[in-house]
């Protein structure tokens, strides 16, 4: 996720980065099959579809490291763990940080049936399940105390 709402320049010239990365991504020599997309102008998804190849540890670096390379060409910050999006009314992407998302809680901002966005999925299937949750459905409800 990135920090900022990526602006539609910058998701025109990410996408071509994207295809270059994808054209040579590799584990062990063998061509990954990938795919990608970039949503709600946040969301940077990488797939490798491991039925054809696996990916390995090596492949795993090279797409993290492309990433880094990524954010810094855009100045975005893309490994920050600590930010949390969610839908507001109007189906627009809001962000903020774990240390407030309490208060944002405790004032209604958000609400248990808020649609919260979960980055921590481990494959692309989980994607139209579990992506998108009601708060009260996801793993952010421990930091509401």
């Given at each position: 996720?990135?920090?900022?709402?990526?602006?539609?320049?910058?998701?025109?010239?990410?996408?071509?980065?994207?295809?270059?990365?994808?054209?040579?991504?590799?584990?062990?020599?063998?061509?990954?099959?990938?795919?990608?997309?970039?949503?709600?102008?946040?969301?940077?998804?990488?797939?490798?579809?491991?039925?054809?190849?696996?990916?390995?540890?090596?492949?795993?670096?090279?797409?993290?490291?492309?990433?880094?390379?990524?954010?810094?060409?855009h100045n975005?910050?893309?490994?920050?763990?600590?930010?949390?999006?969610?839908?507001?009314?109007?189906?627009?992407?809001?962000?903020?940080?774990?240390?407030?998302?309490?208060?944002?809680?405790?004032?209604?901002?958000?609400?248990?049936?808020?649609?919260?966005?979960?980055?921590?999925?481990?494959?692309?299937?989980?994607?139209?399940l579990k992506?998108?949750?009601?708060?009260?459905?996801?793993?952010?409800?421990?930091?509401?105390?």
């Open positions: 996720m990135s920090n900022r709402r990526l602006t539609d320049a910058e998701v025109n010239e990410i996408n071509k980065d994207l295809l270059g990365f994808m054209a040579v991504w590799n584990a062990h020599g063998n061509k990954l099959d990938t795919s990608f997309e970039i949503l709600y102008n946040y969301f940077i998804i990488i797939k490798a579809n491991e039925e054809r190849v696996l990916a390995s540890g090596c492949s795993i670096d090279s797409s993290v490291q492309f990433m880094a390379e990524l954010a810094k060409k975005l910050d893309l490994f920050d763990r600590q930010q949390v999006a969610w839908l507001d009314y109007k189906n627009e992407v809001n962000t903020t940080t774990l240390n407030k998302l309490t208060q944002l809680y405790k004032d209604r901002i958000l609400t248990d049936n808020t649609i919260i966005f979960n980055n921590t999925l481990q494959s692309g299937e989980e994607l139209p992506w998108k949750l009601p708060l009260k459905d996801s793993l952010y409800t421990r930091f509401l105390s």
